[in-house]
C-alpha cells in the first residue's frame, strides 16, 4: 500500500499561496546551511504528485524543483512537457493513486495545491502530514485546507523549532477503527 506524505509550508494564518499563487513570502527563512529536513525527506519519497498551478509555479523556477522523480501533475487542462519524467493526469485521485502505486510507487509526495489537497483529503487518501509553520500573516490567499473538507483526526509524531522561527509538526491519520455491531 502506498504512503502519501503531504509535505507542505503555510503561513501561521494557514496559507500555502498568495491569491495569485505568489510564494516570494517563503524566502523569508532563507538561511544557509538549514533546509529544514528538506534533503532527507526528499530522498525518502518515489513519486509526486501536485496539481497543474503548482507544476506551472515548479516551471517558473530556474531549475525543475523535482529532479530524478516522477511527478505525476493532475489536471483537466490538455498540457503537454518535454520531460520524460512528468505524467499529466486526468483520473481521479483514487483511481490515479492506484495506477501510481500498481507501477511500484510505494512513498508519495502531495505536494499541493490547495484543490488537490482537498480531493485527498476527501478520500482519505493522506497518511502523514509534514507542516511547515512560517512565522507570517499572509491575511488571505489559497488556504492549506479550503472548506469544505473533511474531519480528520490526526496523531503527533514529531515536531521541531527552528531558531528562524520556523515550526515544523508531523502527524499521522488516526486509522479508523470499524466497530462490529451485533443485533
Known sequence: MAKVTLYIAASLDGYIARSLGGID????LDTEGEDYGYTAFYE????IVLGSKTYEVGLGFDEWPYPE???FVFTQRPLQSD???VIFVSDTV???LANIQAQGYENIWLVGGGSLINSFLQHSLID???VSIIPI???GGIQLFPPPSPEEELELISSKQYSTGLLQVHYRRKQKVEKIHNS
Not at 513570502?25 to 523569508?28: A, G, K, V
Not at 525518502?44 to 513519486?47: L, P
Open 83 to 85: 520531460r520524460e519524467d
Open 44 to 47: 525518502s519519497i518515489d513519486a
Open 94 to 96: 483514487k483511481l490515479a
Open 128 to 130: 502523514e502530514y509534514i
Open 69 to 71: 522523480k516522477k511527478s
Open 25 to 28: 513570502w517563503l524566502s523569508i
Open 137 to 139: 500573516l499572509l491575511g
